[in-house]
Nanobody, 120 residues
């Protein structure tokens, strides 16, 4: 059974940092890409970042470039999203998703989400 479990969300003041984790199981981690998405109340889901576990390719949305860093620990089947210089507009539920193509092109499996709240 494929499982993606996010953790690390919470409440932080503007300018602070959080590190989200996405622990994956039930598939060959090295063949997949893992992406982070977020959805704020009343807004559409937004792709935040993605990493290909096979070659380390990374993608960042313009809104988080220079502040967020995605990384992968293949030995632990875990992808991290280090979020620095957080802003109130980063407040959202953050989800990770696994992409079978390995190319950050689609989402085949989703986690349950973790709430990130940034206070001003």
């Amino acid at each position: 059974e494929v499982q993606l479990v996010e953790s690390g969300g919470g409440l932080v003041q503007a300018g602070g940092s959080l590190r989200l984790s996405c622990a994956a199981s039930g598939f060959t981690f090295d063949d997949y890409a893992i992406g982070w998405f977020r959805q704020a109340p009343g807004k559409e889901r937004e792709g935040v970042s993605c990493i290909s576990a096979s070659d380390g390719y990374t993608y960042y949305a313009n809104s988080v470039k220079g502040r967020f860093t995605i990384s992968s620990d293949n030995a632990k089947n875990t992808v991290y999203l280090q979020m620095n210089s957080l802003k109130p507009e980063d407040t959202a539920v953050y989800y990770c998703a696994a992409d079978k193509s390995g190319n950050c092109l689609r989402e085949d499996y989703w986690g349950q989400g973790t709430q990130v709240t940034v206070s001003s």
